[in-house]
Protein backbone atom coordinates (compact mmCIF):
# COMPACT_ATOMS: atom_id res chain seq x y z
CA UNK A 1 0.00 0.00 0.00
CA UNK A 2 2.12 2.89 -1.31
CA UNK A 3 -0.51 5.53 -0.12
CA UNK A 4 0.20 8.79 -2.07
CA UNK A 5 2.47 8.83 -4.94
CA UNK A 6 3.34 11.92 -6.90
CA UNK A 7 6.21 12.44 -9.71
CA UNK A 8 8.49 13.51 -10.81
CA UNK A 9 10.50 14.63 -7.26
CA UNK A 10 12.22 17.65 -8.45
CA UNK A 11 11.63 19.44 -11.78
CA UNK A 12 13.31 22.63 -13.20
CA UNK A 13 11.73 24.14 -15.94
CA UNK A 14 12.49 27.14 -18.14
CA UNK A 15 10.12 30.14 -18.38
CA UNK A 16 7.12 29.22 -20.92
CA UNK A 17 7.58 25.85 -20.63
CA UNK A 18 5.02 23.18 -19.90
CA UNK A 19 4.81 19.93 -17.85
CA UNK A 20 2.39 17.80 -15.72
CA UNK A 21 3.11 16.67 -12.25
CA UNK A 22 1.61 13.48 -11.81
CA UNK A 23 -0.15 11.92 -8.80
CA UNK A 24 -2.00 8.33 -7.64
CA UNK A 25 -3.51 6.79 -4.62
CA UNK A 26 -4.18 3.35 -3.66
CA UNK A 27 -6.70 3.80 -0.71
CA UNK A 28 -9.54 4.21 -2.85
CA UNK A 29 -10.05 7.93 -1.80
CA UNK A 30 -13.09 9.70 -3.89
CA UNK A 31 -11.62 13.41 -3.40
CA UNK A 32 -8.01 14.61 -3.99
CA UNK A 33 -6.49 17.86 -3.96
CA UNK A 34 -3.89 19.85 -5.40
CA UNK A 35 -2.13 22.24 -2.97
CA UNK A 36 1.10 24.79 -3.57
CA UNK A 37 3.31 25.52 -0.77
CA UNK A 38 4.95 28.38 -0.27
CA UNK A 39 7.34 30.05 2.16
CA UNK A 40 5.22 32.00 4.61
CA UNK A 41 1.81 31.53 2.89
CA UNK A 42 1.43 27.64 4.33
CA UNK A 43 -0.68 25.54 1.73
CA UNK A 44 -2.95 26.88 -0.26
CA UNK A 45 -5.88 24.53 -2.51
CA UNK A 46 -5.43 25.05 -6.44
CA UNK A 47 -7.93 22.71 -7.50
CA UNK A 48 -10.08 19.85 -5.64
CA UNK A 49 -11.64 16.74 -7.04
CA UNK A 50 -14.55 15.50 -5.57
CA UNK A 51 -14.98 12.44 -7.26
CA UNK A 52 -14.17 10.89 -10.92
CA UNK A 53 -14.92 13.05 -13.69
CA UNK A 54 -15.47 16.02 -11.13
CA UNK A 55 -13.08 19.16 -10.62
CA UNK A 56 -13.24 22.62 -8.54
CA UNK A 57 -11.33 25.65 -8.47
CA UNK A 58 -9.00 26.47 -5.16
CA UNK A 59 -7.94 29.12 -3.66
CA UNK A 60 -5.15 29.83 -6.52
CA UNK A 61 -5.83 28.21 -9.79
CA UNK A 62 -4.63 30.43 -12.33
CA UNK A 63 -2.00 29.11 -14.22
CA UNK A 64 -3.06 25.53 -13.91
CA UNK A 65 -5.44 23.12 -15.45
CA UNK A 66 -6.16 19.53 -13.64
CA UNK A 67 -7.17 16.27 -15.19
CA UNK A 68 -9.00 13.57 -12.84
CA UNK A 69 -8.11 10.50 -14.90
CA UNK A 70 -9.66 8.14 -12.99
CA UNK A 71 -10.62 7.42 -9.19
CA UNK A 72 -6.63 6.74 -8.92
CA UNK A 73 -5.22 9.46 -10.59
CA UNK A 74 -5.49 13.40 -10.22
CA UNK A 75 -2.58 15.56 -12.57
CA UNK A 76 -2.01 18.81 -12.56
CA UNK A 77 -0.53 20.93 -15.78
CA UNK A 78 1.31 24.22 -16.28
CA UNK A 79 0.68 24.83 -19.61
CA UNK A 80 2.99 28.09 -19.92
CA UNK A 81 5.57 28.12 -16.56
CA UNK A 82 5.82 31.07 -14.59
CA UNK A 83 8.70 32.07 -12.20
CA UNK A 84 5.94 32.43 -9.73
CA UNK A 85 4.75 29.21 -10.18
CA UNK A 86 8.09 28.11 -8.35
CA UNK A 87 7.13 26.06 -5.38
CA UNK A 88 6.41 22.53 -3.44
CA UNK A 89 3.51 20.96 -4.69
CA UNK A 90 1.72 18.80 -2.68
CA UNK A 91 -1.09 16.74 -3.99
CA UNK A 92 -3.60 14.91 -0.92
CA UNK A 93 -7.02 12.11 -0.88
CA UNK A 94 -9.49 11.68 1.23
CA UNK A 95 -12.61 9.85 1.70
CA UNK A 96 -15.27 12.67 2.07
CA UNK A 97 -18.07 12.47 4.53
CA UNK A 98 -20.70 14.93 5.75
CA UNK A 99 -21.03 15.13 9.30
CA UNK A 100 -17.66 14.02 9.85
CA UNK A 101 -13.85 14.45 8.65
CA UNK A 102 -12.19 11.92 7.00
CA UNK A 103 -8.20 12.55 7.15
CA UNK A 104 -6.24 14.19 4.16
CA UNK A 105 -3.08 11.92 3.06
CA UNK A 106 -0.41 13.61 1.67
CA UNK A 107 1.97 12.68 -1.03
CA UNK A 108 6.03 13.64 -0.75
CA UNK A 109 5.79 16.71 -3.20
CA UNK A 110 7.12 17.92 -5.89
CA UNK A 111 10.00 20.61 -5.84
CA UNK A 112 9.25 22.73 -9.04
CA UNK A 113 11.44 25.59 -9.81
CA UNK A 114 10.96 27.89 -12.94
CA UNK A 115 13.63 29.94 -14.17
CA UNK B 1 -13.30 35.14 4.99
CA UNK B 2 -12.35 32.48 6.88
CA UNK B 3 -8.52 32.27 8.18
CA UNK B 4 -5.87 30.41 10.06
CA UNK B 5 -2.66 32.46 12.27
CA UNK B 6 0.05 30.77 13.82
CA UNK B 7 3.13 32.01 15.46
CA UNK B 8 5.93 32.62 13.41
CA UNK B 9 8.51 30.37 13.83
CA UNK B 10 11.20 28.91 14.00
CA UNK B 11 10.68 27.78 17.78
CA UNK B 12 14.03 26.63 19.18
CA UNK B 13 13.73 24.28 22.12
CA UNK B 14 16.43 22.12 24.02
CA UNK B 15 15.02 18.30 24.69
CA UNK B 16 12.14 17.52 27.17
CA UNK B 17 11.13 21.90 27.20
CA UNK B 18 7.38 22.34 27.00
CA UNK B 19 6.18 23.62 23.86
CA UNK B 20 3.22 25.82 23.13
CA UNK B 21 2.50 26.80 19.53
CA UNK B 22 -0.12 29.39 18.87
CA UNK B 23 -3.31 29.32 16.70
CA UNK B 24 -6.09 31.96 16.56
CA UNK B 25 -8.98 31.32 14.00
CA UNK B 26 -11.23 33.58 12.35
CA UNK B 27 -14.73 31.45 10.81
CA UNK B 28 -17.99 31.91 10.69
CA UNK B 29 -20.38 28.74 11.84
CA UNK B 30 -18.66 26.42 13.76
CA UNK B 31 -15.67 24.95 12.05
CA UNK B 32 -13.51 22.02 12.92
CA UNK B 33 -9.85 22.20 13.78
CA UNK B 34 -6.70 20.12 13.08
CA UNK B 35 -3.05 20.42 13.43
CA UNK B 36 -0.78 18.78 10.82
CA UNK B 37 2.99 17.78 11.15
CA UNK B 38 5.36 17.85 7.96
CA UNK B 39 8.79 16.38 8.90
CA UNK B 40 11.88 17.25 6.91
CA UNK B 41 11.43 16.05 2.95
CA UNK B 42 7.49 14.36 3.26
CA UNK B 43 4.31 15.50 3.09
CA UNK B 44 1.70 16.54 5.76
CA UNK B 45 0.09 14.10 8.15
CA UNK B 46 -2.67 14.80 10.60
CA UNK B 47 -1.60 14.98 13.96
CA UNK B 48 -4.87 15.51 15.77
CA UNK B 49 -7.96 17.22 15.42
CA UNK B 50 -11.09 18.62 17.37
CA UNK B 51 -14.70 18.98 15.72
CA UNK B 52 -16.51 21.18 18.60
CA UNK B 53 -15.93 23.51 21.52
CA UNK B 54 -14.01 22.52 24.51
CA UNK B 55 -12.95 19.31 22.43
CA UNK B 56 -9.11 17.93 23.38
CA UNK B 57 -7.23 16.44 20.61
CA UNK B 58 -4.37 14.55 21.30
CA UNK B 59 -2.02 12.34 19.93
CA UNK B 60 2.03 11.29 20.16
CA UNK B 61 2.17 13.65 23.43
CA UNK B 62 0.82 16.51 21.71
CA UNK B 63 -2.96 18.13 22.73
CA UNK B 64 -4.66 21.23 21.68
CA UNK B 65 -8.09 22.37 23.34
CA UNK B 66 -10.82 23.92 20.85
CA UNK B 67 -11.70 27.25 22.34
CA UNK B 68 -14.40 29.11 21.40
CA UNK B 69 -14.85 32.08 23.54
CA UNK B 70 -10.74 32.76 22.39
CA UNK B 71 -10.95 31.05 18.63
CA UNK B 72 -7.68 29.68 19.50
CA UNK B 73 -6.30 25.84 18.91
CA UNK B 74 -2.99 26.46 20.58
CA UNK B 75 -0.63 23.26 20.46
CA UNK B 76 1.40 22.14 23.47
CA UNK B 77 3.37 18.68 24.33
CA UNK B 78 5.07 18.69 28.38
CA UNK B 79 8.60 17.22 26.85
CA UNK B 80 10.01 17.26 23.72
CA UNK B 81 12.33 14.98 21.93
CA UNK B 82 14.66 15.90 18.90
CA UNK B 83 12.37 13.86 16.35
CA UNK B 84 9.41 16.51 17.26
CA UNK B 85 11.37 18.73 14.89
CA UNK B 86 9.39 19.15 12.32
CA UNK B 87 6.77 22.11 10.44
CA UNK B 88 3.31 22.62 12.50
CA UNK B 89 0.72 23.32 10.52
CA UNK B 90 -2.94 24.87 12.30
CA UNK B 91 -5.98 24.24 9.81
CA UNK B 92 -9.70 24.13 9.94
CA UNK B 93 -12.47 23.00 8.08
CA UNK B 94 -15.61 24.77 7.40
CA UNK B 95 -18.38 23.26 8.78
CA UNK B 96 -19.73 19.59 7.32
CA UNK B 97 -20.28 19.94 3.67
CA UNK B 98 -16.99 20.02 2.87
CA UNK B 99 -13.48 18.42 3.09
CA UNK B 100 -11.65 21.35 2.07
CA UNK B 101 -9.51 22.90 4.57
CA UNK B 102 -7.77 26.19 5.38
CA UNK B 103 -4.16 26.27 6.10
CA UNK B 104 -1.93 28.73 8.36
CA UNK B 105 1.71 29.46 7.62
CA UNK B 106 3.29 26.73 9.78
CA UNK B 107 5.16 27.08 12.39
CA UNK B 108 8.58 25.59 12.45
CA UNK B 109 10.35 23.41 15.40
CA UNK B 110 13.93 22.71 16.35
CA UNK B 111 14.74 20.78 18.99
CA UNK B 112 18.13 20.70 20.23
CA UNK B 113 19.89 17.93 22.43
Known amino acids: NAGVTQTPKFQVLKTGQSMTLQCAQDMNHNSMYWYRQDPGMGLRLIYYSASEGTTDKGEVPNGYNVSRLNKREFSLRLESAAPSQTSVYFC??????????????FGPGTRLTVL | GDSVTQMEGPVTLSEEAFLTINCTYTATGYPSLFWYVQYPGEGLQLLLKATKADDKGSNKGFEATYRKETTSFHLEKGSVQVSDSAVYFC????????????FGTGTRLQVFP
Open chain 2, 91 to 102: ALRRGYNTDKLI
Open chain 1, 92 to 105: ASSIPGQGTYNEQF
